[in-house]
């Protein structure tokens, strides 16, 4: 079945550094991919997402990208700030599809040093 | 527009009772899912459905059953509750159409311990 690994599990970076996070997917149809931010006790939220017809989408500080070829997609996250602190999760899925089921990584959590 | 409300918040079961989780959405989505969240396993998807009257299974479907006999609600239930569906329960909503891609919402989350 349909597959997203997630690494690393966990990212210790000093405040103003960047943080990267790296996904896999097996589904080759697998056309959208979204990236949730999970703050302690509460509900994942979108926080970037990303098309298969598109290579890279960039949002202020935040950016991720896409290789088609190599099934694998990653987030990006400059000058990192103690609000970053959080579980990243990334996620595929086929949109406008009625098979349409979005499969989410295992998570990273990310700890940002004062 | 409360988006994605989940009841329960909070539930202990004793092993072997039942109960329903409810979920419901005002945003009027097609695509309805349940994931449940235990550490370090991430988000895994139990059931889902596409539309009204039409559920399919997860990656974790095995203990749960739902419907979807209205398209604004969506319940997951579990029959004979046992200490290994003690998680974090999420329910979610997204239109699945072509503008939106597959965004999908999340509820607040049900946390339901069994004993």
């Known amino acids: 079945g349909e597959n997203v690994e997630q690494h690393p599990s966990t990212l210790s970076v000093q405040e103003g550094d960047s943080a990267v996070i790296k996904c896999t997917y097996s589904d080759s149809a697998s056309n959208y991919f979204p990236w949730y931010k999970q703050e302690l006790g509460k509900r994942p939220q979108l926080i970037i997402d990303?098309?298969?017809?598109?290579g890279e989408k960039k949002d202020q500080r935040i950016a991720v990208t896409l290789n088609k070829t190599a099934k694998h997609f990653s987030l990006h996250i400059t000058e990192t700030q103690p609000e970053d602190s959080a579980v990243y999760f990334c996620a595929a899925s086929r949109a406008y599809s009625s098979a349409s089921k979005i499969i989410f990584g295992s998570g990273t959590r990310l700890s940002i040093r004062p | 527009n409360a988006g994605v409300t989940q009841t329960p918040k909070f539930r202990v079961l004793k092993t072997g009772q039942s109960m329903t989780l409810l979920c419901a959405q005002d945003m009027n989505h097609e695509y309805m899912y349940w994931y449940r969240q235990d550490p370090g396993m991430g988000l895994r998807l139990i059931h889902y459905s596409v539309g009204e009257g039409t559920t399919a299974k997860g990656e974790v479907p095995d203990g749960y059953n739902v419907s979807r006999l209205k398209k604004q609600n969506f319940l997951l239930g579990l029959e004979s509750a046992a200490p290994s569906q003690t998680s974090v329960y999420f329910c979610?909503?997204?239109?699945?159409?072509?503008?939106?891609?597959?965004?999908?919402?999340f509820g607040e989350g049900s946390w339901l311990t069994v004993v």
């Open positions: 990303i098309r298969s017809n598109v």
């Open positions: 979610a909503s997204s239109y699945g159409d072509r503008d939106s891609g597959n965004t999908i919402y």
